[in-house]
């Protein structure tokens, strides 16, 4: 029975192969058709770009000889092409184009393959691609097309040289197609972003005027505001925005422009236009996400403004309305709470916005609860805990690399704000070292941090490093509003502060040594006010030379010690004043005057003579300069006068 199944299926095989061979042609042909045709209505009718690719490709290869070979090998290029195979694609259409030169799609198959070399991120290539198509079909329906194309990836690759080219002869080819109007407004915005703002308004004005109820002349009103603004000039952007706003109400651009305008006066520090400017987005923008930014724009400038509390109600209706900025408004809601003295729902508010899924990248709103939550801290004095909030931000902004998601100045601030934290807190030399690495910068924050460390180093006692830090702030900060706080320091430091005082306690021990090896008590006492004074402790300067003074009346070095005394009244007089503590520093600079006056009069000499011109010299210290001069000059001349 199996023998006879056999013979039957090998006679069958025998009749198949006689009936291909002995077939007549027209027979293969109608074959050929009807793959070409299933291929085409898969590409066509069905979308099914993947077994269209596959089809089309074994058609090539078993019928290099049809009719339809020029079609299909553009149909595979074009399935590959939708099936995102790219990088077939382009090869692809190499093919067709080059072995069929005379077909009439081929400028649409160099078009297409440029733009599968432009999805592939090959600009140049691309932009090289829709420059040939511009080139060999100028007078085509995708010239002008082709060469905006062109300009844009050629822009993309970084070859903005090839870029203007492009743009320029398209603005000279095809100045009355649609297409010169984009490049038009492409070719400014190539222009302020090379640094030619003034060329990029040209042309923007110029495109503003010629098609005045345009799509680019909508861009272009928006750029030219945001030009402005970049420049600072805010009455000329809004003199734009109003064009905008009457020619385009309701578009998108005039809605964004509403929030640009305040934007950029909240960013500059002008709350009272800020909040005019969101107040009007409020009332015209219609749609949900930028009208949500105006109201959050409004509550952010009331409270930037010092009116916390009434940016409360703006935050809460955003939260309770569910807005897509609920986090947003959250996170100025908490900041508010804080400054309204209610910190335990600031604190509450905060920890919610904190919490991520473990293992999450924090988010935005996340990043920036974590840093307001450690300013918060830092303004209740809380520096433990404000410390451990700075810290968990920088270490996150660390761990996250590019990815973190705020701002370079941002993340200055905070190492600023943890530096200070520092240094309050009593660890001079990790301060010293965050102050120092700001310091170095460029940035916006240099000054600040410089500061900082000079203020580390005498927090730490390092008063020479202390003076020369702060000598390298006025070198470099001269025009600072800190410097002349900074110059008084200096003062302070140099003038008024004990320059050694293990020194001071060696010569002090000294002293009492040398007194109990026979030194008089007498010239004891007039050693330790003399090391006391020589080492700027001039509170306890005086009492020493006081005791002296009331000591011994008759002594020789009596005349000396009230010369000495009445110096360090007026040191530490103004000692004092730099101290902050005017009240004291006057009763101390009159009891000096009252010093110098009662050894002048007693005319003892030498010392007599040094009281009566420093006594005209403090005088005149304390009077406007217009009446300094004067006094000076009568002074002295009273003076030579009485000891020619």
């Given at each position: 029975?199996?023998?006879?199944?056999?013979?039957?299926?090998?006679?069958?095989?025998?009749c198949?192969?006689?009936?291909?061979?002995?077939?007549?042609?027209?027979?293969?042909s109608?074959?050929?058709?009807?793959?070409?045709?299933?291929?085409?209505?898969?590409?066509?009718?069905?979308?099914?770009y993947?077994?269209?690719?596959?089809?089309?490709?074994?058609?090539?290869?078993?019928?290099?000889g049809?009719?339809?070979?020029?079609?299909?090998?553009?149909?595979?290029?074009?399935?590959?092409a939708?099936s995102?195979?790219?990088?077939?694609?382009?090869?692809a259409?190499?093919?067709?184009?080059?072995?069929h030169?005379?077909?009439?799609?081929?400028?649409?198959?160099?078009?297409?393959?440029?733009?599968?070399?432009?999805?592939?991120?090959?600009?140049?290539?691309?932009a090289?691609g829709?420059?040939?198509?511009?080139?060999?079909?100028?007078?085509?329906?995708?010239?002008?097309?082709?060469?905006?194309?062109?300009a844009?990836?050629?822009?993309?690759?970084?070859?903005l040289?090839?870029?203007?080219r492009?743009?320029?002869?398209?603005?000279?080819?095809?100045?009355?197609?649609?297409?010169?109007?984009?490049?038009?407004?492409?070719?400014?915005?190539?222009?302020?972003?090379?640094?030619?703002?003034?060329?990029?308004?040209?042309?923007?004005?110029?495109?503003?005027?010629?098609?005045?109820?345009?799509?680019?002349?909508?861009?272009?009103?928006?750029?030219?505001g945001?030009?402005?603004?970049?420049?600072?000039r805010?009455?000329?952007?809004?003199?734009?925005?109003?064009?905008?706003?009457?020619?385009?109400?309701?578009?998108?651009?005039?809605?964004?422009?509403?929030?640009?305008?305040?934007?950029?006066?909240?960013?500059r520090?002008?709350?009272?236009?800020?909040?005019?400017g969101?107040?009007?987005?409020?009332?015209?923008?219609?749609?949900?996400?930028?009208?949500?930014?105006?109201?959050?724009?409004?509550?952010?400038?009331?409270?930037l403004?010092?009116?916390?509390?009434?940016?409360?109600?703006?935050?809460?209706?955003?939260?309770?309305?569910?807005?897509?900025?609920?986090?947003?408004?959250?996170?100025?809601?908490?900041?508010?709470?804080?400054?309204?003295d209610?910190?335990?729902?600031?604190?509450?508010?905060?920890l919610?916005?904190?919490?991520?899924?473990?293992?999450?990248?924090?988010?935005?709103?996340?990043?920036a609860?974590?840093?307001?939550?450690?300013?918060?801290?830092?303004?209740?004095?809380?520096?433990?805990?404000?410390?451990?909030?700075?810290?968990?931000?920088?270490?996150d902004?660390?761990?996250?690399?590019?990815?973190?998601?705020?701002?370079?100045?941002?993340?200055?601030?905070?190492?600023?704000?943890?530096a200070?934290?520092?240094?309050?807190?009593?660890?001079?030399?990790?301060?010293?070292?965050?102050?120092?690495?700001?310091?170095?910068?460029?940035?916006?924050?240099?000054?600040?941090?410089?500061y900082?460390?000079?203020s580390?180093?005498?927090?730490a006692?390092?008063?020479?490093?202390?003076?020369?830090?702060?000598?390298?702030?006025?070198?470099?900060?001269?025009?600072?509003?800190?410097?002349?706080?900074?110059?008084?320091?200096?003062?302070?430091?140099?003038?008024?502060?004990?320059?050694?005082?293990?020194?001071?306690?060696?010569?002090?021990?000294?002293?009492?040594?040398?007194?109990?090896?026979?030194?008089?008590?007498q010239?004891?006492?007039?050693?330790?006010?003399?090391?006391?004074?020589?080492?700027q402790?001039?509170a306890?300067?005086?009492?020493?030379?006081?005791?002296?003074?009331?000591?011994?009346?008759?002594?020789?070095?009596?005349?000396?010690?009230?010369?000495?005394?009445?110096?360090?009244?007026?040191?530490?007089?103004?000692?004092?004043?730099?101290?902050?503590?005017?009240?004291?520093?006057?009763?101390?600079h009159?009891?000096?005057?009252?010093?110098?006056?009662?050894?002048?009069?007693?005319?003892?000499?030498?010392?007599?003579?040094?009281?009566?011109?420093?006594?005209?010299?403090a005088?005149?210290?304390?009077?406007?300069?217009?009446?300094?001069?004067?006094?000076?000059?009568?002074?002295?001349?009273?003076?030579?006068?009485?000891?020619?």
């Amino acid at each position: 029975m199996n023998r006879c199944a056999d013979q039957a299926r090998h006679c069958a095989r025998l009749c198949f192969l006689l009936l291909l061979i002995l077939l007549p042609p027209t027979r293969a042909s109608a074959d050929a058709e009807d793959d070409f045709e299933l291929a085409r209505n898969l590409f066509r009718d069905a979308g099914d770009y993947g077994t269209s690719a596959q089809l089309l490709a074994e058609f090539i290869r078993n019928h290099p000889g049809d009719t339809h070979l020029a079609d299909a090998r553009l149909l595979l290029a074009r399935s590959y092409a939708r099936s995102h195979r790219c990088a077939d694609a382009v090869p692809a259409f190499e093919g067709f184009y080059d072995q069929h030169p005379d077909h009439l799609d081929v400028a649409t198959a160099r078009r297409e393959q440029a733009d599968c070399l432009h999805a592939l991120g090959e600009f140049a290539r691309a932009a090289a691609g829709y420059e040939e198509v511009q080139r060999r079909f100028s007078e085509g329906q995708f010239a002008a097309g082709s060469l905006l194309a062109a300009a844009a990836d050629f822009a993309r690759a970084g070859d903005l040289t090839n870029a203007v080219r492009a743009y320029d002869k398209l603005l000279t080819d095809y100045a009355a197609k649609p297409e010169a109007r984009r490049g038009r407004y492409r070719l400014a915005q190539l222009y302020f972003a090379g640094g030619n703002a003034a060329a990029a308004q040209t042309l923007l004005a110029a495109l503003t005027e010629s098609a005045p109820g345009s799509d680019e002349a909508r861009d272009a009103l928006l750029l030219v505001g945001n030009i402005h603004l970049v420049f600072h000039r805010a009455a000329a952007a809004g003199a734009a925005f109003d064009r905008l706003h009457e020619a385009f109400a309701g578009s998108a651009h005039s809605d964004s422009a509403y929030l640009d305008l305040a934007d950029h006066h909240l960013a500059r520090g002008r709350f009272d236009e800020a909040i005019s400017g969101y107040q009007r987005g409020m009332e015209a923008i219609g749609r949900d996400t930028l009208a949500a930014r105006a109201r959050l724009g409004h509550a952010d400038a009331l409270r930037l403004s010092g009116q916390a509390a009434e940016s409360l109600a703006g935050y809460g209706a955003l939260v309770a309305d569910g807005s897509p900025v609920r986090d947003l408004a959250r996170l100025g809601q908490a900041i508010a709470f804080g400054q309204t003295d209610r910190v335990g729902a600031a604190v509450g508010q905060f920890l919610q916005l904190i919490q991520t899924r473990p293992g999450g990248s924090p988010s935005p709103v996340t990043t920036a609860a974590v840093r307001e939550l450690g300013a918060l801290y830092r303004r209740q004095g809380d520096l433990a805990r404000a410390s451990s909030w700075f810290r968990r931000y920088l270490d996150d902004a660390e761990r996250l690399g590019q990815s973190f998601s705020e701002s370079a100045a941002e993340l200055d601030m905070v190492h600023l704000q943890l530096a200070q934290v520092l240094e309050a807190s009593g660890y001079h030399d990790e301060a010293v070292q965050r102050f120092g690495d700001l310091s170095r910068g460029l940035g916006p924050l240099a000054a600040e941090a410089q500061y900082g460390l000079a203020s580390a180093y005498e927090g730490a006692s390092a008063r020479r490093l202390a003076i020369v830090e702060y000598g390298v702030f006025l070198e470099r900060y001269p025009g600072h509003r800190r410097a002349g706080l900074v110059r008084q320091r200096v003062e302070y430091l140099r003038g008024y502060t004990i320059v050694d005082e293990e020194r001071l306690a060696r010569a002090l021990q000294q002293t009492y040594v040398d007194e109990l090896t026979g030194t008089s008590r007498q010239q004891t006492r007039l050693n330790v006010a003399r090391a006391l004074r020589d080492h700027q402790d001039f509170a306890n300067a005086v009492r020493a030379w006081e005791t002296f003074v009331a000591s011994y009346p008759g002594d020789a070095a009596l005349a000396e010690a009230q010369f000495y005394l009445a110096d360090c009244l007026y040191r530490l007089s103004r000692q004092r004043q730099l101290e902050g503590s005017p009240d004291a520093s006057d009763s101390l600079h009159t009891l000096a005057l009252q010093e110098d006056r009662i050894l002048a009069d007693a005319d003892t000499g030498y010392w007599s003579r040094l009281a009566r011109l420093r006594q005209i010299e403090a005088t005149a210290a304390i009077l406007p300069d217009t009446a300094r001069a004067g006094v000076l000059e009568a002074g002295y001349s009273a003076f030579l006068e009485t000891h020619p």
